[in-house]
């Protein structure tokens, strides 16, 4: 390969894919770019950036909280900073930092040049800035959400919450719904047709097996949230009755709903993060994953009966003693599959010589708080014991160790661990360790007393507490703690910003990975791979060492597509090479679609009818110039023809 790098020809094939690939150096072009690369960066900025935010607001929550009849906050500024809080750490940041991720890597993992609908990855980026725009402008409106992430009917019916906030928070979550949906499609699409000649299903890295099991849940889970914000918005604009029992609608149709929706979605927010820890784990042990197809499959069963569970979170609302006992035992059951993956991660560790680097202990870390976040589900479980659990703050610390825990640690181990790759720098690791160690006890400080605050009865959703009651000594810890964990993810962002630039240089693989994107320079070219691989085993840079499969990979093989911007595509479950796909340039129709739909969904909160259809109308012929036929007739040969 290197020989071959020295050679004129290929010099001058790289200079000829560079200038077919690449994005023009300005600010239209920037907009305009559709490359996997670019659109994941910008997903794991804007995500932090949402991050940050949510961040601000749970201190400004916590110190509220930290002491007995505080005033920090009026009672209706609490209600929209908690409920904002909610909305931006669950649909403004998890979800869409692990697309970040995703985007950004699965062609390369793939082996391939990009995702199967580059425009349409680009327009689920948009979209997701435009909802997370609407959301926040309710802020500088003063409107905004305040009535919990979950958004509980009656109390969110106009009759009790007569402004816009509820509006904002329906039609937002029905905005990013068309984001999360078309992102979803893109990512099953691109699995099934564009993996690297030889990737079947059995070599595919853990973190696509999230990913994917991920995404076809959402295609199955997002539509029951839209429908259940949809009916509540026109119950609250045109006085329907979906959810108003005086009228013969039923209150428990919106939980129905959104628990269908909300629990699997929990593991949609950690799936991808626990494939990040599968990859990128073994890398700092030194061997393989142990049981990779035993953690595949609980990965995908993990999901199945995660669809299965939703009505736990509803004990409490009075159901018949069958149905809770059914709901019950599957909650438990789900206890398996993560189980499986636990044990491969420690087999991982215990069988291999771990590297003690910044991302390897943000994994190790993850691992405690996934088990710390697991026991205390499985507790809430219990039928009996979720009767006397459920909304009090040991659900909340249930829930941040799931979410955030299981989220957060993952994450910013995977950014660690890719970063080189994304930069070609690598980020300071005496700053990593102290930003871990500050994270890890923060965190841990922060979220462990909220179980004994739940314990001791303090309810969840309270805006103040009496002296006396005996909350307060762990709402003061819960409350310190919180500050310090936001010092560590600050050291974190720092640390980006400042390895950004003066980072020592990286090389392609800095720390001797196995997996495909490993196998180009850092940061990668915007073809990806000039010549697409060949895939003969899971670990195509450690074939040498570990003797896997009946053949090797081909890294350089002479599969050139040279003419314009061209990828393989490949049978959806042997990956074998069947057709050339040629890709579309770059374009700022995804962008202008998406400030359209924003135009749409402002002019539907303010009931500005003219300006929905002017908005509708504009994004119709949008769709039109986006679907208008190429001139070039698509290519459907042999890859080698």
């Known amino acids: 390969m290197v020989d071959r790098a020295l050679d004129p020809a290929v010099v001058l094939e790289r200079r000829q894919l560079a200038q077919t690939w690449e994005t023009p150096r300005t600010v239209v072009g920037w907009l305009s770019s559709v490359d996997h690369k670019e659109i994941g960066k910008r997903y794991l900025v804007t995500a932090f950036v949402f991050l940050l935010l949510g961040g601000v607001e749970a201190l400004i929550l916590r110190l509220q909280l930290a002491r007995p009849n505080e005033a920090v906050l009026s009672p209706e500024a609490y209600d929209q900073i908690f409920t904002l809080h909610g909305v931006t750490m669950i649909f403004l940041y998890a979800l869409p930092v692990l697309s970040g991720f995703s985007n950004y890597l699965w062609p390369l993992l793939l082996g391939s040049r990009d995702m199967a609908f580059p425009r349409l990855n680009a327009f689920s980026y948009w979209t997701f800035l435009g909802a997370g725009v609407f959301i926040y402008a309710s802020v500088f409106m003063g409107q905004a959400p ?15 919450d007569p402004g816009l906030n509820i509006d ?12 999360t949906t078309v992102g979803a499609i893109n990512f099953v699409v691109t699995l099934l047709r564009t993996r690297a000649p030889g990737m079947s299903i059995n070599r595919m890295p853990i973190l696509v097996w999230g990913t994917i ?3 076809v849940a959402n295609l199955f889970a997002v539509p029951a949230l839209t429908a259940a914000c949809l009916l509540l918005w026109l119950d609250r604009q045109f006085g329907m009755h979906f959810y108003d029992i005086a009228g013969g609608g039923q209150p428990l149709l919106w939980q129905h709903l959104f628990w269908f929706f909300g629990h699997p979605w929990v593991y949609a927010l950690v799936l991808p993060a626990m494939g990040i820890v599968s990859d990128a784990l073994p890398t700092f042990c030194r061997r393989p994953l142990v049981g990779y197809t035993a953690v595949a499959l609980a990965t995908v069963a993990t999901m199945v009966i995660g669809f299965g569970v939703w009505v736990h979170h509803m004990f409490a609302v009075g159901m018949p003693p069958l149905a809770m006992s059914f709901f019950g035992a599957a909650s438990m059951v789900i206890a398996i599959p993560s189980a499986v993956s636990v044990f491969a991660w420690i087999a991982t560790i215990w069988t291999g010589r771990p590297v003690w680097t910044t991302a390897f202990l943000y ?15 499985f507790m809430t479980a219990a039928v009996p014991l979720d009767w006397q659990l459920t909304d009090t703050y040991f659900v909340v610390a249930h829930l941040h160790y799931v979410l955030l825990g299981i989220n957060v640690f993952p994450v910013i181990g995977g950014l660690y661990y890719w970063f080189p790759k994304m930069t070609g720098r690598l980020m300071d690791e005496r700053l990593g360790k102290w930003s871990f160690w ?27 507490y009496p002296a006396g009651m005996g909350w307060g000594g762990p709402n003061l810890i819960t409350s310190v703690g919180s500050f310090v964990f936001a010092a560590g993810v600050l050291l974190t962002v720092w640390n980006v910003i400042r390895s950004r630039t003066r980072g020592a240089p990286a090389g392609a693989n800095p720390w001797d990975a196995p997996t495909l994107e490993w196998s180009v320079a850092s940061p990668p070219p915007a073809y990806n791979f000039a010549r697409l691989p060949i895939v003969a085993s899971r670990h195509p840079l450690w074939e040498d060492r570990l003797g896997e499969g009946t053949g090797r990979s081909v890294l350089d093989s002479d599969i050139r597509l040279t003419e314009g911007r061209e990828t393989l595509a490949t049978t959806p479950l042997d990956a074998e090479a069947d057709a050339i796909l040629r890709m579309p340039g770059d374009t700022p129709i995804p962008l202008l679609l998406g400030l359209a739909l924003t135009v749409l969904f402002f002019a539907l909160l303010w009931k500005g009818w003219w300006l929905a259809g002017a908005a509708l109308v504009v994004s119709a012929l949008l769709t039109a110039a986006w679907l208008r036929p190429s001139r070039r007739a698509p290519r459907e040969e042999s890859a080698r023809g």
């Open 146 to 160: 305040n009535a919990g992430w979950f958004d509980y009917v009656p109390l969110a019916g106009r009759e009790h």
């Open 168 to 179: 904002v928070y329906a039609l937002g979550i029905v905005f990013l719904g068309v984001s």
């Open 213 to 215: 099991t991920a995404s």
């Open 363 to 377: 994994f190790a870390g993850f691992i405690l708080l996934f088990v710390i976040g697991g026991v205390s589900g």
């Open 438 to 464: 500050t994270a890890f006890i923060g965190f841990n400080v922060a979220f462990f007393p909220m179980h004994v605050a739940g314990l001791m009865g303090m309810p969840r959703r309270i805006y103040t």
